[in-house]
């Protein structure tokens, strides 16, 4: 299974375009400690010929140009993607549908709770609705169209996106972690880019995984509140934090699986290169994605 990093910062990527945070003015300079990076997403295929895509990015036009895996062959609009794969119903996850309107020649899997909650308060997604299908939680699906890779959404802690505000009840079917499994080796992927907590069944998932993308949006549950006053915590956002108590890093220490934070926020100090929080975070068996990493299993 080859796995390549699309995009790995949260919804607004690095730079921000409202942000005046320390990593956005230096992402602005040029600094190349802190270089720019687009919003989440990861590229899935089992024989690096045909691909799906884990979550829609708004950046997605761009990540798509910048991988030559998946770019039509000449004179043809054959696109290699067979899957496109929504964990949540946050923006940073779906806008990239409306970018990939024109043609809908892949599929757009989630579960029956996020496609329903997206295209029933969003005229919008229409556009997408016709190959928008819906997986129950623990049912294993194909992801790719040869059934090479096959794809399980679990439930994990979270909550229902800020822009659907009380128009939807909570339900574990809302915020989901993907395992994905090449059927030939057995080798298995689990990516978790949205996450309140780590409970006892993401971390059981996690240890079965050869390889994790994990939360890492915020580095302590109180970041963002040096730039936005008042601003809720990172448990209140939906995400665990890296550090501090309940955080992910000690639980994730030393799990026996290769580990990397994915959706960190532009405030995240991880994402200067060198930093102190950036060598924590190494020395203690993680690593932190960079747009256009790839992994193979």
Partial sequence: MRIR???CCAGGGLPQWNCGCPNCVRARAGDPKVPPRTQPSL?????????SVLNASPDIRWQFAAFPGLHPRPGTRDLPLDTVVVTNADLDHVLGLLVLREALSYRILSTRWVRDAVVEHNAAFGLVAPVWTGAGLDEEVDLDATGALGARFFPVPGKVPTWLGERVAYRPEATCGLR??????????????????????TLAEIREADCAFVDGTFFTAEELRAYRPGAPDAFAMGHVP??????????????????LYIHMNNTNPV???GSDAE????????EIARDGVEVAL
């Fill in 271 to 273: 994402l200067e290169e």
């Fill in 279 to 286: 060598r924590r975070v190494l020395e203690a068996g993680l």
């Fill in 5 to 7: 990093v699309l995009g």
């Fill in 43 to 51: 590229a899935v295929s089992a024989d690096g010929a045909r691909w």
């Fill in 180 to 201: 994905i499994t090449e059927r030939r080796t057995g080798r298995r992927l689990v990516y978790v880019p949205g996450i309140r907590e780590l409970d006892a069944g």
């Fill in 242 to 259: 890296v550090t501090g108590p309940g955080g992910s890093l000690e639980a994730l220490a030393g799990i026996g699986t290769r580990c």
